[in-house]
C-alpha cells in the first residue's frame, strides 16, 4: 500500500460527460501528480500541484481541470469526454518538489462509452 | 519536451533467466527512478537513483544512472514468476517525471 487513495476505482460514463477523479495524498506529502496511462501507451504526465498551486502542466487536454485543495487532496475534472479519454488515470505524491521520489495510487479506470 | 527511450519493449525469458533493460534520453536529469506495474494497479518503486554513477541494488535489481545523466538500465537476476509486469524507466528534473514507454515482462516457468 503507497498510502495514496484514489477513488472511484472505476468509472463508466457516456460521451458528453463530466467527471471528477479525486486522489489523496500520503499524509504529508504536498506535491501531487496526475498521469493518464492509455492501452497503447505510456503514463503521460498531466499536471502537478504543490500546496495548492499549480507547478507544470503536460499534455493536458483543455477539456481536463484540476485542483488541489487546502487538505492536499487534489481533484481531476475531465468534461465533454469522448471515447478516446477511456484509460487508467493515476496520481502520485511526493513530499515535496525537487526532492524524493513519487508514489502511486491504484488509479481510476475510466471507460468513456 | 523530454524524451526518454526505453528498451526492449517486451521479453520473453525463461525462469532463473537474468534481464537487462535501458533507458536513454535526449536531456538530463537529476533523478531516475523504476518502477513495476502489475495489471490494474499502479506503478510500485523499485528502485530510485540520485546520483550519476550511482549503482544501486535492491534484492535481485540493480540499477545504474549513467555517467552522462542521460541513461540507467536495470537488472533482474534470476527472474522468478512474479516477476511478470512492466517496467517503467522515469526521469526526474525539476518537478516533472517523465516516463519511459515501458518493458513488458513475461517469465516463463
Known amino acids: 500500500d503507497s498510502g495514496v487513495t484514489q477513488t472511484p476505482k472505476h468509472l463508466i460514463t457516456a460521451t458528453g460527460q463530466r467527471v471528477t477523479l479525486r486522489c489523496s495524498p500520503r499524509?504529508?506529502?504536498?506535491?501531487v501528480y496526475w498521469y493518464q496511462q492509455s492501452l497503447d501507451q505510456g503514463l503521460q504526465f498531466l499536471i502537478h500541484?504543490?500546496?495548492?498551486?499549480?507547478?507544470a502542466k503536460g499534455n493536458i487536454l483543455e477539456r481536463f481541470s484540476a485542483q488541489q485543495f487546502p487538505d492536499l487532496h487534489s481533484e481531476l475534472n475531465l468534461s465533454s469526454l469522448e471515447l478516446g479519454d477511456s484509460a487508467l488515470y493515476f496520481c502520485?505524491?511526493?513530499?515535496?518538489?525537487?526532492?524524493?521520489?513519487?508514489?502511486f495510487g491504484q488509479g481510476t479506470r475510466l471507460t468513456v462509452v | 519536451g523530454q524524451q526518454l527511450n526505453q528498451s526492449p519493449q517486451s521479453m520473453f525469458i525463461q525462469e532463473g533467466e537474468d534481464v537487462s533493460m535501458n533507458c536513454t534520453s535526449s536531456?538530463?536529469?537529476?533523478?531516475w527512478l523504476w518502477y513495476k506495474q502489475d495489471p490494474g494497479e499502479g506503478p510500485v518503486l523499485l528502485i530510485a537513483l540520485y546520483k550519476a554513477g550511482e549503482l544501486t541494488s535492491n534484492g535481485r535489481l540493480t540499477a545504474q544512472f549513467g555517467i552522462t545523466r542521460k541513461d540507467s538500465f536495470l537488472n533482474i537476476s534470476a527472474s522468478i514468476p512474479s516477476d511478470v509486469g512492466i517496467y517503467f524507466c522515469?526521469?526526474?528534473?525539476?518537478?516533472?517525471?517523465?516516463f519511459g514507454q515501458g518493458t513488458i515482462l513475461t517469465v516463463h516457468p
Open positions: 536531456s538530463i536529469f537529476n533523478t
Open positions: 522515469a526521469g526526474q528534473l525539476g518537478g516533472k517525471l517523465t
Open positions: 502520485a505524491s511526493r513530499p515535496r518538489t525537487g526532492g524524493t521520489e513519487a508514489f
Open positions: 499524509s504529508g506529502d504536498l506535491s
Open positions: 500541484y504543490y500546496n495548492g498551486e499549480e507547478r
